[in-house]
């Protein structure tokens, strides 16, 4: 394998990046734009707010269950074809969300009439559109970034592959956190529908020039064929997986929950641990199964995925935290709450990207353990700062306890994905680089439902404890206020935990071998 020349090989990875960037911001955009469509479509708030959300769960699903199989496919047929098949994806889905009030939602009426009677609410069949066409979308958003990832694999030999893999992981996560902050940006000057439509000249761009760059892309690709059933089961426990945590956000009385889950929840969970079940007795019986469960036995593998996971936990508490803190106990309205949380978490974000060029360089020059250790330090500093926010803590300061966190978290990113990309065979780089997101992605699923379940439980017992019988307004909301910066500061804490345990399998990884041997790869 011969290292690309610097100037296409930096080409190469911007044009990587940008369509997965985009894809990312895509996932939380929504968000912002949220409230335009119900308004545009007329929705009732009352009854269709819970349908409308699944323009954000959907999003995740699509984009989360994308990557389980996309990657192998890569594996199989090759990286360039399919990321320039995700491509073409993600612009049809961004341009059926675009026009999906138009003549999508006509079409969809007009076969209604043909095979039903009486007359559905055009209104609802308008967000069922956009939620099918958001799903497009996300798929393929979810798999550039696995694709993406094996590809700076194959262009890369292994002593230098730590740093664009980082850059990746790092734009893939930056995005996704401040799509909600660039979908507020353009709302304020255009119709939310701007957002989608801007999406199809990048897509073309960067779809003929990468076409181009890469057309001499060499891999080795996997014999066999795709295990369909594989990539069936783990879609449908990923899913109910996703589902059953997921709802732990609508709250509810605690005798209508399990733990701050609804009681369907459970059921979902417990279908989700049995599709997994069947997945992994599927993974061993195949003859060419989708995820070969020997990998897990090779070098680096498993800690990797083990710490992958625990950093995603202890991210999310930090992503979630930020806009609830702001919006909570600083901000004096929705508007303001929005902006500010946006602008607050760019200090997070921005230096966890800039974090994964130096982790990379390190990683690079002096294996994994090192970078990836120093950053849980780091990061665990943050969330110590974290941890002693009031509500009269200026921005300023707020700001510089993010950026520990940030940086810490952005120098563990290049050194985890590296060890698990060159740990794999290079038939098998396609799978190795979507499992890293996947475990990142669970970790932070669970992590936002644990939270959430800690945070109303603990609201719970304080707010019991705090309160007496017959207290006024006054005393109602000034001990609403302590206990909200009591729990927030508490859930720091537990991001500061789960980062120094991510230490743990951190130093069970192995440093690659040094470059002399590495060019003999």
Not at 360 to 380: C, F, Q, S
Request: aromatic letters at 10%; a neutral charge.
């Amino acid at each position: 394998m011969t290292e690309p020349k610097k100037v296409n090989a930096g080409v190469l990875l911007g044009l990587i990046c940008i369509p997965i960037f985009v894809g990312a911001l895509d996932l939380t955009v929504v968000s912002a734009v949220l409230p335009h469509v119900i308004l545009d479509l007329e929705i009732p708030i009352q009854t269709g707010l819970d349908d409308a959300a699944w323009l954000v769960t959907g999003y995740l699903l699509a984009y989360s269950v994308s990557m389980t199989f996309m990657g192998r496919l890569s594996d199989l047929y090759g990286r360039r074809r399919v990321y320039l098949i995700a491509l073409v994806v993600f612009a049809l889905g961004s341009y059926l969300v675009a026009v999906a009030d138009a003549w999508p939602t006509q079409v969809i009426l007009r076969m209604y009439y043909l095979f039903a009677s009486g007359r559905p609410d055009s209104s609802y069949i308008t967000l069922y559109t956009l939620i099918a066409a958001r799903m497009i979308q996300a798929f393929g958003a979810g798999t550039m970034v696995p694709v993406g990832m094996a590809m700076v694999g194959d262009l890369y030999p292994m002593g230098k592959r730590a740093r664009p893999l980082g850059v990746i992981a790092a734009v893939d996560t930056a995005g996704w956190v401040v799509g909600h902050l660039y979908g507020g940006i353009v709302v304020r000057f255009f119709d939310w529908r701007m957002i989608f439509w801007l999406n199809l000249p990048m897509c073309v761009i960067a779809y003929f020039i990468i076409s181009y760059l890469l057309r001499d892309l060499t891999q080795e690709r996997s014999k066999g064929n795709m295990d369909w059933l594989g990539a069936l089961l783990i879609t449908g426990a990923l899913s109910l997986f996703n589902i059953g945590l997921g709802s732990s956000s609508e709250g509810g009385s605690s005798l209508e929950t399990l733990y701050g889950l609804p009681a369907y929840a459970v059921p979902l969970l417990l279908t989700a641990v049995v599709f997994l079940g069947l997945f992994a007795w599927r993974q061993k019986s195949a003859k060419y199964p989708l995820v070969d469960l020997s990998l897990f036995r090779r070098l680096n593998y498993l800690p990797a995925s083990l710490a992958n996971f625990l950093v995603g936990f202890s991210l999310f508490i930090a992503i979630a935290n930020v806009p609830l803190f702001i919006n909570t106990l600083i901000a004096t309205s929705l508007e303001q709450g929005a902006w500010d949380s946006g602008w607050m978490l760019s200090a997070l974000t921005v230096p966890m990207a800039i974090a994964s060029v130096p982790g990379g360089w390190l990683t690079d020059r002096r294996g994994y353990r090192l970078p990836a250790a120093m950053g849980l330090v780091i990061a665990v500093i943050g969330f110590t700062l974290m941890k002693s926010w009031e509500i009269e803590t200026p921005y300023s300061e707020m700001a510089s306890h993010l950026v520990f966190g940030g940086v810490g978290i952005g120098l563990t990113m290049a050194p985890i994905a590296a060890a698990v990309v060159n740990a794999a065979p290079p038939d098998q780089r396609g799978i190795s680089s979507a499992l890293v997101i996947i475990f990142r992605l669970i970790g932070m699923t669970i992590g936002v439902s644990s939270i959430t379940t800690y945070g109303l439980l603990r609201v719970e017992v304080l707010s019991e404890r705090l309160l007496a019988a017959g207290s006024s307004l006054n005393e109602i909301g000034r001990v609403g206020l302590e206990v909200t910066e009591q729990v927030i500061s508490e859930t720091f804490i537990i991001a500061g935990i789960i980062a120094l345990l991510a230490l743990v399998p951190t130093f069970l990884l192995r440093d690659h071998e040094k470059p002399s041997e590495v060019n003999n790869e």
